[in-house]
């Protein structure tokens, strides 16, 4: 058995749940999933059907982005995994995927604001946007310097990882992370409903105004303070 299975299988699983989800069409999207003391990540391969897929044809991949086990070429966004898993020690399992509404809001460079309680229980900020890379960045080593415009916007606005574990990248899509790779899926589904949730909040009212600050620390400790007491 493979030194990786362990991983293989966690990120075959999690892929699996995209489509589940209705977060993918076709093969658009990722799941990875890190072993830190082995310093590598599974992730799905390039352009293979989620019908397809086996923990067998999961790609393993240094922090450098070099394949380190498997015969398949990785997905695309392999550089950008590799990126975060480098330099943000504390994530398990990062997912991208190109989910309608979460989507939509990247195409539109909008935040997806904060506008009820669905949203609080699991942020206190909008969802926040990265803007386009600049032309040198995009001429370059493109997945790889998308994985610093992910991280420089967040260190920009003040946002920990640890706390805003999903992100929009402008005219892209939207990426997310968490403590392992299902963490990641949750989060993957959950910015897409709230995206969903905020565009039919703008259609029926366009005045709408963001939550008020009181709600959203309610429901966000209740959820994950020291005296949480939802979903407990």
Same mark, same amino acid.
Request: with cysteine; aromatic share 10%; hydrophobic share 35%.
């Given at each position: 058995?493979?030194l !990786?299975?362990?991983?293989k299988?966690e990120?075959?699983?999690?892929?699996m749940?995209?489509p589940k989800?209705?977060?993918?069409?076709?093969t658009?999207?990722n799941?990875?999933?890190?072993d830190?003391?082995?310093?590598?990540? &599974?992730?799905?391969p390039?352009?293979v059907p989620y019908e397809?897929?086996?923990p067998?044809k999961?790609?393993?991949?240094?922090?450098?982005?070099n394949?380190?086990?498997?015969?398949?070429?990785?997905?695309s966004d392999?550089?950008t995994?590799?990126?975060?898993y480098?330099h $943000?020690?504390?994530?398990?399992?990062?997912?991208?995927?190109?989910?309608?509404?979460a989507?939509?809001w990247?195409?539109?460079l909008?935040?997806?604001?904060?506008y009820?309680?669905?949203?609080?229980?699991?942020?206190t900020?909008d969802?926040p946007?990265?803007p386009?890379?600049?032309?040198?960045?995009i001429?370059?080593d !493109?997945e !790889?310097e998308t994985?610093f415009q992910?991280m420089n916007y967040?260190q920009?606005k003040?946002?920990s990882?640890?706390e805003v574990?999903?992100?929009?990248?402008?005219?892209?899509?939207p990426f997310? $992370?968490?403590k392992d790779?299902k963490?990641?899926v949750y989060?993957?589904a959950v910015?897409?409903?709230? &995206?969903r949730?905020?565009?039919?909040?703008?259609?029926?009212n366009?005045?709408?105004l963001r939550?008020k600050?009181?709600l959203i620390?309610?429901h966000f400790?209740?959820k994950?303070?020291?005296?949480?007491?939802?979903?407990?």
């Amino acid at each position: 058995m493979s030194l !990786y299975q362990h991983i293989k299988e966690e990120a075959y699983h999690a892929n699996m749940q995209l489509p589940k989800l209705g977060l993918v069409l076709f093969t658009f999207g990722n799941v990875s999933a890190v072993d830190r003391k082995l310093g590598v990540f &599974a992730i799905k391969p390039s352009g293979v059907p989620y019908e397809d897929l086996t923990p067998e044809k999961m790609v393993i991949v240094d922090f450098d982005g070099n394949t380190v086990e498997g015969t398949l070429r990785p997905s695309s966004d392999t550089k950008t995994h590799a990126v975060l898993y480098k330099h $943000w020690e504390n994530i398990g399992g990062i997912v991208h995927t190109h989910s309608t509404y979460a989507t939509a809001w990247a195409q539109a460079l909008r935040d997806i604001p904060l506008y009820g309680t669905t949203h609080a229980d699991h942020l206190t900020t909008d969802v926040p946007c990265a803007p386009p890379m600049d032309d040198a960045m995009i001429q370059g080593d !493109y997945e !790889y310097e998308t994985g610093f415009q992910i991280m420089n916007y967040l260190q920009e606005k003040g946002m920990s990882y640890e706390e805003v574990e999903m992100v929009l990248v402008g005219n892209h899509a939207p990426f997310t $992370w968490g403590k392992d790779a299902k963490k990641a899926v949750y989060n993957s589904a959950v910015v897409e409903e709230i &995206a969903r949730m905020a565009l039919l909040t703008e259609q029926i009212n366009p005045q709408v105004l963001r939550m008020k600050d009181s709600l959203i620390k309610k429901h966000f400790e209740r959820k994950h303070g020291p005296d949480s007491y939802y979903g407990q």
